[in-house]
Each structure stands twice: as C-alpha cells, then as structure tokens.
C-alpha cells in the first residue's frame, strides 16, 4: 500500500490545517488507518485512528480539536485539526494496517504551528 500525505505546512496558534492521506488500495478493507506524529524529542504516537467498522479512538492530547475522517470512493484519510497550539508541531504520518500483513507508512508532512 502506497500512502501519500498532503496539507501540512505553517499555521499560527489558534488556526486550523486539514490533513489528506491518498492511498494506493481500498482504504475500507483495512483493518485500521490512522494519524501519528513524531518530533525530534518525541516518539512517534498515535493522533487519530480509525476502524474498519468507522470507530475512531483520538490521542488524549487532542482534547476535541482533531476530526478523523475517510472517504471510501476516494481512498482517502483525512485529519481535520482546528486550535492548532506550538506543541502540535511535528512530522505527521498516514499508516494502513491492512490484514495479517505490518502496516504500512507514508513519508510524513511537516506542521509548524508559530506565530
């Protein structure tokens, strides 16, 4: 599965950047897709995931701010995220966890939040 992230970039505190994962295969037969970001002080941790059966589970850090969403006709994942903070900045990554096989990763997209 090839995984293709756009839509990051620089957002000052308090604004808002959507997320957009294209994927090479059908999105719907993948057990899980989600958001992780990493920095270079931290590891990698989960954002946002969601099922198979469109449950989603969010990291404790979101607070409400970040919205997961996939569009099946598309292949497409996205990450809604509003009040956008500094410590929100890192590399973000799509991962597709496809049946009995690892999952796989994109490149990752840069956000800066600062003003």
């Known amino acids: 599965v090839q995984l293709v992230e756009s839509g990051g970039g620089l957002v000052q505190p308090g604004g808002s950047l959507r997320l957009s994962c294209a994927a090479s295969?059908?999105?719907?037969?993948?057990?899980?897709m989600g958001w992780y970001r990493q920095t270079l002080v931290h590891e990698r941790e989960l954002v946002a995931s969601v099922s198979n059966s469109g449950s989603s589970t969010y990291g404790d850090f979101v607070k409400g701010r970040f919205a997961i969403s996939r569009d099946g006709s598309k292949n497409t994942l996205s990450l809604q995220m509003s009040n956008l903070q500094p410590e929100d900045t890192a590399v973000y990554y799509c991962?597709?966890?496809?049946?009995?096989?690892?999952?796989?990763w994109g490149q990752g997209t840069q956000v800066t939040v600062s003003s």
């Open positions: 991962r597709a966890k496809p049946r009995c096989v690892s999952a796989f």
């Open positions: 295969r059908d999105i719907l037969e993948m057990v899980t």
